[in-house]
């Protein structure tokens, strides 16, 4: 069993930066995509970047050329860097890892990113 570990949430100003970063618990697994996702209350979880197959990059409309995902070399920690953020950016943010071979999706607990004006 694998878990995904999240930190870097908090409170910053509009136009600052934060650095979400994701860990699997364990290296024994390998992942076919990594990514992050945010969600407000009373709406869908939303995809904010993923890094897919054969490193292929995702962002949504939104956040292009604000945020930056990356990877570390053993592809089981993912990050989110995030620069000029907007009070719309606020929202609670998931890791998420596609497990190779079973398709499995799993989940980190959320990080808590609130974004004042």
């Known amino acids: 069993q694998v878990e995904l570990v999240e930190s870097g949430g908090g409170l910053v100003q509009a136009g600052g930066s934060l650095r979400l970063s994701c860990t699997a618990s364990s290296n024994r697994f390998a992942f076919n995509a990594m990514g992050w996702y945010r969600q407000v209350p009373g709406k869908q979880r939303e995809l904010v970047a993923l890094?897919?197959?054969?490193?292929?990059?995702n962002y949504a409309d939104a956040v292009k050329e604000r945020f930056t995902i990356s990877t570390n070399k053993a592809r089981n920690a993912v990050y989110l860097q995030m620069n000029s953020l907007k009070s719309e950016d606020t929202a609670v943010y998931f890791c998420n890892a596609v497990v190779a071979g079973s398709g499995v999706y799993i989940w980190g607990q959320g990080t808590q990113v609130t974004v004042s004006s």
């Open positions: 890094i897919g197959a054969g490193h292929r990059l």
